[in-house]
């Protein structure tokens, strides 16, 4: 890169989603999802238990039922690589059974964006689609196509940093 191209190469700016929650039920969290202040669509996780990544990890898994929880309330980055358990799925060889994953989430592990209808579905996990009624969601298989397809492949192509925060309404 000649000193010219340097020079006037501006970085990155970040992609911010934003996921706020707002429909708590018994066993699913509904909320929506926002691209760079864009609202996308809706998304559904398990049950709020009111955690924030700021508290003490051990009062995070005092208070966490495992498979039955949504992550904490905070901000984290995000990465793209292949899920040992998911890579085989028909919607993620487009990707090369890559997902995005969620960092440094207080006592959790291997928190990922990938489709599914009901809270009750993930351990942890966040699905966008269509808000159908309460505790599910549609065309979450398109909902995440999009949007990889739209936002967070071109942004891990050209490595761009990806942050999500979660926050209640």
Same mark, same amino acid.
């Given at each position: 890169m000649g000193l010219l191209s340097s020079i006037f190469k501006k970085p990155l700016r970040t992609l911010e989603l934003q996921l706020v929650r707002s429909e708590f039920g018994n066993d699913y969290t509904g909320g929506i999802l926002y691209v760079d202040g864009m609202r996308f669509g809706d998304t559904i996780e398990p049950k709020d238990r009111g955690l924030t990544s700021d508290m003490p990890l051990a009062? !995070? /898994? &005092? =208070? /966490?039922v495992y498979a039955k929880t949504c992550i904490p309330y905070g901000r984290y980055k995000l990465s793209w690589q292949v899920s $040992?358990? #998911?890579k085989d799925r028909s919607y993620a060889k487009k990707y090369d059974g890559k997902f $995005?994953? #969620? #960092? *440094?989430v207080p006592g959790w592990e291997g928190v990922m964006l990938h489709p599914f209808n009901y809270g009750t579905e993930s351990k942890g996990c966040i699905a966008v689609?269509? /808000?159908w009624m309460p505790g599910k969601i549609i065309n979450a298989t398109k909902g995440y196509q999009d949007l990889m397809?739209?936002?967070l492949v071109p942004a891990f192509k050209r *490595? =761009?940093?990806?942050? !999500?925060? !979660? &926050? &209640?309404k």
């Open positions: 009062e !995070i /898994k &005092k =208070q /966490k $040992p358990s #998911l $995005p994953y #969620l #960092l *440094n689609g269509e /808000k397809d739209f936002y *490595n =761009q940093e990806v942050w !999500i925060t !979660i &926050k &209640k």
